[in-house]
């Protein structure tokens, strides 16, 4: 199985402030890497595909980068809606895995 | 517009069954391959399973394999999660999502339903 890991596993910022998120898998994936964003007590919502694709409707202060096996979420400025747990996803094959998420919070 | 509607979801004792549905509208829903994911309270996403439009193709975690079963009805734009000896450890809040179909993205998840919570306890 691929293991997904995510860094930080949790992080205080600021409303403006950059943020990125790490997510590495054990092995090469190529891009097939997706990110997600869930509130609490929502259900998860896709952000990006294909490493680096935003998802329609996403805001394009949402980037993604990466392949093989080292992937970054960056969020250019913060806001507070923006204040939520990310988790990236590996669709290389099965079983798919998640990172074990990254909680943004406010500072 | 895409919507995703989970039902079925409940308490259940230690060993009992239940069946999730999942109810697609907005889309071809015979054209999309499905997932559900669970998250236990308080806990990360885990995949559960997968089936291809068709069902020519079906995945599942190794966490409940031989005990779940995924099936659609694209007659009935329904997806379906079959639940037998159920542990504690299946406790969770169980999501529908669909595939994205298109070459593109395909195989990365698009749309989420809003999930339903299967509590298993005695």
Redesign the interface.
């Known amino acids: 199985d691929i293991q997904m890991t995510q860094s930080p596993s949790s992080l205080s910022a600021s409303v403006g402030d950059r943020v990125t998120i790490t997510c590495r898998a054990s092995q090469g994936i190529s891009n ?1 890497l ?1 990110w ?1 964003q ?1 509130k609490p007590g ?5 952000l990006i ?2 490493a680096s ?1 935003l ?1 329609s409707g996403v805001p394009s202060k949402f980037s993604g980068s990466g392949s093989g096996t080292d992937f970054t979420l960056t969020i250019s400025s913060l806001q507070p809606e923006d204040f939520a747990t990310y ?1 990236c ?1 590996q ?1 290389n094959s ?8 990254t909680k943004v919070e406010i500072k | 517009e895409v919507q995703l509607v989970e039902s079925g979801g409940g308490l259940v004792k230690p060993g009992g069954s239940l069946r999730l549905s999942c109810a697609a509208s907005g889309f071809t829903f015979s054209s999309y391959s499905m ?1 559900w ?1 669970r998250q236990a309270p308080g806990k ?4 559960v399973s ?1 089936i291809s439009s068709s069902s020519s193709y079906i ?1 599942y ?2 966490s409940v394999k031989g005990r779940f079963t995924i099936s659609r009805d694209n007659a009935k734009n329904s997806l379906y999660l079959q639940m037998n000896s159920l542990r504690a450890e299946d406790t969770a809040v169980y ?1 529908c ?1 669909r595939e ?1 179909s298109s070459t ?2 395909y ?9 339903t919570l299967v509590t298993v306890s005695s």
């Open positions: 097939y997706a997600f869930q929502k259900a998860p919502k896709s595909y294909a694709s998802q988790y996803q669709y099965y079983p798919l895995t998640f990172g074990q998420g | 997932n994911v990360g996403l885990e995949w997968s995945y975690a190794d999501y999502a994205c593109s993205c195989g990365a998840p698009d749309y989420w339903g809003q999930g």
